[in-house]
């Protein structure tokens, strides 16, 4: 009598539900080339004199310059102010980048041209697109070609099969 009990429970549970088993199957391609891009910082001007034991007759340094200018430096007049005593002097000068308002543009495979460079620039070549291709076929296989430089591409195929209890 104890084991027809125990056997009562199995025949109460209720039978699978074909509507709690999902499938899904998913198939993409992934096709992307590399934009251009120049990143530049420009130097700027300086000038600078120092010395001990020095007469200054001409004051040199750096004049005019515009937003689409440079400055242009003129040297100055110096001579030692007690002959034959210790002298120091150094004058330095530097001449910054002449600003650009506007850049190139991209010519017909994406790319800068001629860019403005400045003294201190990081040049990002484009991709070019080549042969660069992707498709999926009836049966879902995904088919890459490679394409030029600074290109990929990527197929997947995605299965996923989820039974809930």
């Known amino acids: 009598m104890r084991k027809a009990i125990l056997l009562l429970p199995l025949f109460a549970m209720a039978p699978v539900n074909a509507a709690e088993i999902t499938s899904r199957i998913t198939d993409s391609v992934q096709l992307s080339v590399d934009g251009a891009a120049v990143t530049s910082q420009r ?35 110096y001579s030692q ?13 530097t001449i910054g980048d002449t600003p650009v308002t506007s850049q190139t543009s991209l010519d017909s495979n994406g790319r ?7 003294s201190d620039t990081t ?6 697109t080549g042969s660069l291709a992707g498709t999926i076929s009836t049966s879902g296989a995904p088919t890459v070609t490679a394409g030029g430089a600074g290109t990929s591409a990527t197929g997947q195929r995605t299965i996923e099969l989820s039974v809930f209890q």
């Open 43 to 77: 130097v700027g001007s300086t000038y600078s004199v120092s010395g001990t034991n020095v007469t200054v007759t001409t004051l040199g340094g750096l004049s005019g310059g515009s937003a689409t200018t440079a400055p242009t430096i003129s040297a100055g007049s």
């Open 81 to 93: 102010y007690t002959d034959g005593a210790a002298f120091t002097f150094s004058e330095s000068a």
């Open 112 to 118: 800068f041209a001629t860019p403005n460079l400045y």
């Open 123 to 128: 040049t990002y070549t484009g991709g070019y």
